[in-house]
């Protein structure tokens, strides 16, 4: 990608200011072993990132104020100030900038109490090279691509963004071969949090969302064309009939066959 990690960084951020594509990450952790594995990562992947660092909260919030950084990786457990009180008043602060944590708690409240706060994902220590590669590219990618939309966001919730992001991309793409890591990816988060997150947001598992949709899509079809129930199943995302049918009988209590002949005789 043509990354090149600057160890003057004072230096780096002079230039990204005046107009180059090099990101500007703050590390934040009170532990230095995690802040000199991700400075390692980004030298030995000749990435183009000027790094900063902060070992508390505190010193966090006076950091991103100052450089307004494109990424922060954010530590929860710190003293002074934990990363999730961090969090809070950095975005008030500098609400563009993506903070993702990075941390050892595997905790599903700290997870959706991130995500409140408007996290861009929540990782688990220690992150790999290739994932750490993965999301810088996404967040160039993003940069670039709603450059000139980040001024127009609405006024809806970090949480209610991700489920009308997740709803959109369902809708639109029902008939591909879509699965969760799919969805998880659009969003920006990890497969494991994003299942756990909708099910809590919707109250129902992402499979039973995607097929819902897929068999109403079905229905849509079956009221409104003359297409074969096959071609029906094969536009709604089911490259198998005998599996449509199944599916269709589970949620409407009726095969395909049936409810079409009674939408016709109404």
Known sequence: MGYRYRSNAE??????????????LLLVDDENMMKEYIKFIIKEEDMEIAVFEASNGLEAVEKA?????????????????????????????VPLTKIVFLT?????????????????DYLLKPISPEDFKGL?????????????????????????HVIKGAKEYIEDNYSEKIQLKDVANHVGLSPTYFSKFFKRKTQMNFSIYLNMAR??????????TTL???????????????????????????????????????
């Open 104 to 120: 050892a708690y595997d905790k599903f409240d700290y997870a959706q109490k991130a995500l409140r706060l408007g996290a861009y």
């Open 11 to 24: 230096d780096t951020y002079r230039k990204t200011k005046e107009g180059g594509n090099m990101i500007t």
């Open 65 to 93: 104020k100052q450089l307004q950084p494109n990424l922060i990786l954010m530590d929860i457990k710190m003293p002074h100030m934990d990363g999730l009180e961090a969090t809070e008043m950095i975005k008030k602060e």
């Open 228 to 266: 074969t129930l096959n071609e029906i199943s094969y536009r709604v995302g089911y490259e198998d009939l005998s599996y449509f049918s199944i599916v269709f009988q589970k949620y409407e209590a009726s095969t395909p066959s049936d409810y079409r002949r009674r939408d016709m005789t109404k």
């Open 215 to 224: 068999i109403e899509k079905a229905k849509e079809l079956m009221r409104e």
């Open 136 to 160: 810088i590219n996404k967040i160039l990618a993003e940069s670039h691509q709603n450059q000139g939309d980040v001024q127009n966001t609405t006024t809806l919730a970090p949480e209610d």
